[in-house]
């Protein structure tokens, strides 16, 4: 089962590019890599998600290194609004009835500093 | 686009009283799931399904029960709640495959005394 580990919390200076990063060094060749967000007590949020190559949309980017064994969001200018827990998670984790389960670890409380 | 909707937002029990709390998504999505997340903590599976009549496990299902009967609806039950169970509840959903997203509820608030 992949697994995944991030820094329990980090603190980015607004306007700057905050750099989160995720080790997943189990990931197996077909798991995707899925970066979430939860601000204050609301549901997740979809951020991105990407298998090998680099990924960017209207949020975030998303780089995977060669062996895709660590990933790192970026998010090229921290606002006060992306103060949030921020979580890393690889394709679902196959359960007992042969189906899969999305699980969540602890996350990345990213504080973005005025 | 409702997306998906969980009932009620707040609730309190006492201890020993049972309880349903209702998730609904309007976007015909195959996979359901329940987290429970405490304060503090991160978000812990409870019970998950890939479609009507189809359940499993997830990281903490003692106390809960699920059942889904329709795509649309996946309710979790708490037969007799402890406060231990004292967290907040989220829903999710997704397509089938390998490459779609959760889209997740506001959450309940539950507080059992």
């Known amino acids: 089962d992949a697994k995944t580990t991030q820094p329990p919390s980090m603190d980015c200076a607004e306007g700057r590019a905050a750099n989160l990063p995720c080790n997943h060094s189990?990931?197996?060749?077909?798991?995707?890599v899925y970066w979430y967000r939860q601000i204050h007590s609301q549901g997740p949020q979809y951020i991105i998600h990407g298998l090998k190559n680099n990924e960017t949309n209207e949020m975030a980017s998303l780089i995977i290194t060669e062996d895709r064994k660590s990933s790192t969001l970026i998010l090229p200018h921290a606002t006060l609004r992306d103060t949030a827990v921020y979580y890393c998670i690889v394709r679902p984790v196959k359960g007992t009835s042969g189906t899969y389960k999305y699980i969540f670890g602890t996350g990345t409380r990213l504080k973005v500093l005025a | 686009n409702a997306g998906v909707t969980q009932t009620p937002k707040f609730q309190v029990l006492k201890t020993g009283q049972s309880m349903t709390l209702q998730c609904a998504q309007d976007?015909?999505?195959?996979?359901m799931s329940w987290y429970r997340q405490d304060p503090g903590m991160g978000l812990r599976l409870i019970h998950y399904?890939?479609?009507?009549?189809?359940?499993d496990q997830g990281e903490v299902p003692n106390g809960y029960n699920v059942s889904r009967s329709t795509t649309e609806d996946f309710p979790l039950r708490l037969l007799s709640a402890a406060p231990s169970q004292t967290s907040v509840y989220f829903c999710a959903s997704r397509r089938g495959g390998a490459n779609e997203k959760l889209f997740f509820g506001s959450g309940t608030q539950l507080s059992v005394l």
């Open positions: 399904s890939v479609g009507a009549g189809i359940t």
């Open positions: 976007m015909n999505h195959e996979y």
């Open positions: 189990t990931i197996s060749g077909n798991e995707y």
